[in-house]
Nanobody, 121 residues
């Protein structure tokens, strides 16, 4: 059974940091690209970052320089380090798995249940 489980969300003040983790099971993790998406209330789900099978990383313009995405294939985990958080980063964050990195929601076969990130003073 394929599972992606996100953790690490929470409430943080503007300028603060959070680390999101995505733990995977039930599929060959190292053969998949992993993406992070987010969805704010009333908005469409949008791509935040992706890490390919070879470790190449891609970031949305809105998070470049603030977020860092890494993976540990030995532990079947992917980690999104989020620094200098802004109120506009508030959303439910989802990790997802695909054959290749894509900014399209439809490109991902497997999804986690999401974790809430709230940036507020």
């Amino acid at each position: 059974q394929v599972q992606l489980v996100e953790s690490g969300g929470g409430l943080v003040q503007p300028g603060g940091s959070l680390r999101l983790s995505c733990s995977a099971s039930g599929f060959t993790f190292y053969r998949h690209a992993i993406g992070w998406f987010r969805q704010a209330p009333g908005k469409e789900r949008e791509g935040v970052s992706c890490i390919s099978r070879d470790g190449s990383t891609y970031y949305a313009e809105s998070v470049k320089g603030r977020f860092t995405f890494s993976r540990d294939n030995a532990k079947n985990t992917a980690t999104l380090q989020m620094n200098s958080l802004k109120p506009e980063d508030t959303a439910v964050y989802y990790c997802a798995a695909a054959n290749y990195c894509s900014w399209s929601v439809g490109g991902y076969a497997y999804w986690g249940q999401g974790t809430q990130v709230t940036v507020s003073s």
